[in-house]
């Protein structure tokens, strides 16, 4: 069972932002720096945001990550049909003494 | 070019092992921190276990204590996931990833009479 909680699904039209929670515990999220992952279709995840804001390189400027207590959000601005995915966030838990993923949005891009 | 190359999954039947196999390249894989993460099939990721660059420290998801174990060979670029008593909720693909970031395209294990 997944300790972090997201939205099932989260959807826009082109060029609209769409904004995704994650909310967690002071185990994980309020402890420790979470990150993002975006998963295509048939695809293996790939890391879009970590330490709770930063971008890897090759991840456009459209994507941003905060974090607030015990939650996080990702906030997709701009959206393009591409960006229809599986998004899940991610964190160390202190407690469990493990990673934990959040229970993942489907983006739809209408 | 950073790359994870999984390998060792398959068909198996309740109660047998089967041990997964990582190679890297392209990074020091000394340095790192490296994991094992799973997804059923439909369903959301899982992370199993995860081991220090010197093995010192090694985590496990609940579900798994006792049965699986992580380990790694620095010497041979490889990280090994030997998974005993096998059950049908085991049944997904296996990740290789390395410190969070990078991900290997996985190795498909079912568990299945």
């Known amino acids: 069972q997944s300790v972090l909680t997201q939205p099932p699904s989260a959807s826009g039209t082109p060029g609209q932002r769409v904004t995704i929670s994650c909310s967690g515990s002071?185990?994980?999220?309020?402890?420790?720096?979470v990150n993002w992952y975006q998963q295509l279709p048939g695809a293996a995840p790939n890391l879009l945001i970590y330490?709770?804001?930063q971008r890897p390189s090759g991840v456009p400027d459209r994507f941003s990550g905060s974090k607030s207590g015990t939650s996080a959000s990702l906030a997709i601005s701009g959206l393009q049909s591409e960006d229809e995915a599986d998004y899940y966030c991610?964190?160390?838990?202190?407690?469990?003494?493990?990673?934990?993923f959040g229970t993942g949005t489907q983006v739809t891009v209408l | 070019e950073v790359q994870l190359v999984e390998s060792g999954g398959g068909l198996v039947q309740p109660g047998v092992s089967l041990r997964l196999s990582c190679a890297a390249s392209g990074f020091t894989f000394s340095s790192d921190w490296m994991s094992w993460v799973r997804q059923a099939p439909g369903k959301g990721l899982e992370w199993v276990a995860n081991?220090?660059?010197?093995?010192?420290?090694?985590y496990y998801v609940d579900s798994v204590k006792g049965r699986f174990t992580i380990s790694r060979d620095n010497a041979k670029n490889s990280l090994y996931l030997q998974m005993n008593s096998l059950r049908a909720e085991d049944t997904a693909v296996y990740y290789c990833?390395?410190?969070?970031?990078?991900w290997g395209q996985g190795t498909l294990v079912t568990v299945s009479s």
């Open positions: 081991i220090k660059q010197d093995a010192s420290e090694k």
């Open positions: 991610a964190a160390w838990d202190d407690s469990l003494n493990g990673y934990v």
């Open positions: 002071s185990s994980n999220i309020g402890s420790n720096t």
């Open positions: 330490t709770n804001n």
């Open positions: 990833v390395r410190e969070w970031a990078f």
